[in-house]
């Protein structure tokens, strides 16, 4: 009898384990879900799966977005638009040296994108635009002024910095944009750029610089004096053009819209064929585009500045079916490119500044066909 009681008690305790075991196991089963649920939630909102983008990329934006102001990430340029800083003139050298001298203008510090088959015709697109070239090789300035003849306005030539600030600040000399060579007699392209960016009328000015220097130590110094952009040599006429779309317009031109079509890449004639209609409806057509979508010329940039490819995809998706309509076929194309560069996570500054060059021309060109109906 004893041992049927003690047979008893040891099933009671093996049942006792097995549903302890079972309760431990339902609890970790729970707990665990609960854990997965979370790290799910968290993995899809910060998820991309659309696009090919590098991680470290992702977790570059996770960072900025945690420590940046949210006015610093809505800025449009690779470089934030700064008011200049001047030096004192009783600062020490010590102390001047030290100041970084920012133009209020975009600041682009990656190498220049380039347009494809640009044809010594387009510069005629800047005409009126007045600009200095500062070079002290008589061989890089027939160069210069041979592309740039086209503008069809005078260019002024200084050789070296000294001459080029007596032209900009003694004889007060409105010019559009700035040529910049660095290495110069008399006066290097760095002190002379430092000495343009402290007159205040000079703001406005962008200045390229023009350099055969490529290690990136004075590229950078002219950067720290000022600025806004710089170009290699030998010269590469698609990257001057590009660099000239971004910081000149074409208000001061004469050349026919016709001309300024050819240039752009629009197709009027699609306009007229596809909607069989007269001069106030295509009017009032290009009207109604650039009060729709101007704003992308900020908004595209920004959303790609803040790595939101998802959003800077549907906005160039608007804007290419608006293109097919109004005749764009050039800029149609770029966007096709822009769009796939996006997608595969490639060359993203590169079709950026390529995009706000292109685009503003676009825009300033229907302007003045608007104007002209």
């Known amino acids: 009898m004893e041992a049927e009681v ?25 707990l665990r ?39 610093v990430t809505e800025v449009v340029q690779k470089e934030p638009e700064q008011e200049v800083i001047r030096p004192d003139i009783a600062d020490t050298q010590e102390d001047e040296d030290k100041i970084v001298i920012t133009s209020c203008l975009p600041i682009y510090k990656n190498d220049m994108p380039v347009i494809d088959e640009v044809k010594p ?9 007045k600009l200095l070239i500062v070079e002290d090789n008589k061989i890089n300035q027939k160069i210069l002024l041979n592309v740039l003849k086209n503008i069809n306005t005078p260019i002024d030539v200084a050789d070296n910095g000294e001459e080029a600030i007596k032209k900009v600040l003694e004889e007060n000399n409105s010019y559009d944009m700035i040529l910049m060579d660095i290495s110069m007699p008399v006066m290097d392209g760095i002190n ?12 406005e000015v962008p200045i390229v610089t023009v350099t055969a220097f490529t290690s990136g130590l004075e590229i950078g110094q002219m950067f720290e004096a000022g600025a806004n952009a710089f170009l290699t040599k030998p010269l590469d006429v698609h990257k001057l053009f590009v660099s000239m779309l971004l910081y000149l317009d074409n208000q001061k031109s004469d050349l026919s819209i016709e001309e300024e079509f050819d240039i752009i890449g629009i197709n009027i004639d699609k306009i007229v064929n596809s909607m069989d209609v007269d001069n106030n409806v295509i009017k009032e057509t290009i009207e109604e585009f650039l009060n729709k979508f101007s704003s992308l010329q900020d908004r595209i940039p920004t959303a790609i500045e803040k790595n939101d490819f998802a959003q800077a995809e549907i906005l160039l998706d608007e804007l290419d079916m608006i293109l097919d309509l109004i005749g764009a076929n050039r800029m149609q194309a770029f966007i096709e490119e822009m769009k796939a560069s996006l997608k595969n996570g490639e060359d993203i500054e590169y079709f950026k500044t390529l995009f706000i060059a292109q685009y503003k021309a676009l825009l300033n060109t229907y302007r003045k066909y608007v104007n002209s109906l």
């Open 192 to 203: 002379a750029t430092k000495n343009i960016r402290q007159d205040s009328r000079c703001d």
């Open 33 to 71: 879900k609960k854990q997965l649920s979370t790290d799910s939630s968290i993995s899809v909102e910060n998820k991309k799966s659309h696009y090919k983008i590098d991680k470290a990329l992702l977790n570059t934006k996770k960072k900025e977005e945690k420590t940046i102001p949210q006015e």
């Open 6 to 30: 003690s047979e008893i008690g040891e099933y009671a305790l093996y049942l006792l384990y097995i549903l302890l075991f079972i309760a431990i196991s339902s609890f970790l089963y729970i």
């Open 121 to 129: 015709h387009y510069f005629e697109y800047f005409k009126g635009n």
